[in-house]
């Protein structure tokens, strides 16, 4: 038996194959285009490991997938692949409607041949678990209920757009043609490997470089945290016991302020690593222009996969920001290698500064 992972080199998907194959010996097929987003420095504690086979290519390429299923036989396809920073999805949509739309489409017409053909018994047991996120269901007013998986769909940027026809292509395989597929509906995720595009790493980074912090508008917006390897424990108990056809909404109940998020990890830095002039890493907080249509709060009801599956977050906030600003510290090879000239371009593109 194997899996089939798409994006295993990307943040979360890097971080399952390493979860996965710590607690497991069965096989990962790593499928992954490798964009400024993939990083094989993740997975490099797997080299040599021969339950890790990597595969450079993408997901809409369809003749690869079908060759990667017919070889190795996979017993479940995990989707992780997609673009995912909505701020590069504002200024250039296309490679997001290419990747997490067309590609996934694409994929699940790939599988949907395999899966046709299996023995009936593999072919009941067999799973496609699509990995989503909470900005599907667009934003919430501050005295709303949280996201539940009978919200409606209301995307608001392109990057969660193309999040929200993938989810709807994902739903129409199954009821169309039956392929036991899964959603899982996530909220923002933090941690190690995660790439400093995104606001805590970003953060983290810019501190110790002496860079400003840039938040945007007035720092107000909520996001719900989510440590990464909690996210990850998730997907392998909706792997594991799942209902075909089901969504799962996956949140820890941390909601918080950009702002308040900020400061923690100026808070953290002052303890672990203070500034050579013993002032606060906050003076380097700067307000910066709004991101355009940008959504105010997010937040998860998890009650559903609470109370089906019996999964729990392991982490507070406060141990899982604490653990990862340590990692941030602990790896600045890896913070090195990613800051490429790709790195460079975007943050002079976006931030208007020359990066740290
Ligand atoms: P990421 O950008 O860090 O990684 C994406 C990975 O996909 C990269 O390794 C990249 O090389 C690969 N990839 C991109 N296009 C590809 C293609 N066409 N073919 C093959 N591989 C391709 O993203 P992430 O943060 O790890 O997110 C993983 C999944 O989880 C995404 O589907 C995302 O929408 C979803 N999600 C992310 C969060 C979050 O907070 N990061 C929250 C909820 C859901
Ligand atoms: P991000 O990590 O890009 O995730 P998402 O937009 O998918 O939620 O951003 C998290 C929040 O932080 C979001 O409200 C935008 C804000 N943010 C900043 O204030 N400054 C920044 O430099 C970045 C990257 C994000």
């Known amino acids: 038996m194997s899996l089939l992972v798409t994006g295993g080199a990307g943040f979360i998907g890097s971080n399952f194959v390493l979860d996965w194959l710590a607690q497991s010996d069965e096989p990962i097929i790593n499928l992954d285009k490798l964009t400024y987003a993939g990083n094989l420095d993740n997975l490099a504690n797997l080299r040599g490991d021969s339950r890790h ?7 809409g390429d369809r003749a690869l997938v079908e060759r990667l299923l017919a070889e190795h036989r996979p017993r479940a396809v995990l989707h992780f692949a997609a673009e995912s920073h909505v701020d590069r999805s504002i200024h250039g949509p296309e490679d997001f409607i290419q990747t997490n739309v067309v590609g996934t489409f694409r994929l699940l017409e790939a ?20 990995i989503s996120t909470d900005e599907v269901y667009g934003t919430l007013g501050p005295n709303d209920p949280p996201f539940a998986e009978t919200n409606r769909y209301e995307p608001n940027s392109p990057y969660s ?3 929200a026809a993938s989810d709807h292509l994902v739903r129409a395989w199954h ?3 039956g392929l036991p597929v899964l959603t899982t509906n996530c909220s923002n995720n933090y941690g190690p490997y995660h790439f400093p595009e995104k606001l805590i790493p970003l953060m983290i980074v810019n501190a110790l470089a002496g860079q400003p912090l840039p938040v945007y508008g007035d720092g107000q917006q909520v996001r719900d945290w989510l440590y990464v390897r909690d996210h990850c424990s998730a997907i392998r108990r909706v792997l594991q016991a799942g209902q075909p056809g089901h969504t799962y909404n996956i949140g820890g109940w941390n909601e918080k302020p950009n702002l308040e998020i ?3 990890i100026c808070a953290l830095l002052d303890e672990l690593r203070p500034r050579a002039d013993g002032r606060s890493y906050r003076e380097q907080i700067t307000h910066v222009p709004d991101r355009p249509g940008h959504d105010r709060r997010y937040a998860i009801d998890a009650r559903k996969i609470e109370r089906e599956l019996g999964w ?10 604490r653990k990862t600003v340590q990692w941030y510290l602990d790896h600045p090879d890896w913070v090195q290698r990613v800051q490429s000239g790709a790195y460079r371009a975007w943050v002079q593109k976006q931030y208007g500064v020359a990066a740290a």
Not at 53 to 59: A, E, W
Not at 313 to 319: D, H, I, K, S
């Open 161 to 163: 757009a193309s999040k």
């Open 175 to 177: 009821h169309t043609y």
């Open 262 to 264: 900020v400061r923690t």
């Open 53 to 59: 086979h990597f595969v450079r290519g993408d997901i």
């Open 111 to 130: 599988v949907r041949g395999y899966w046709a053909a299996l023995p009936e018994a593999e072919k009941t047991a067999f799973r496609f678990l699509h």
């Open 312 to 321: 729990k977050p392991a982490e507070t906030f406060e141990t899982g920001i």
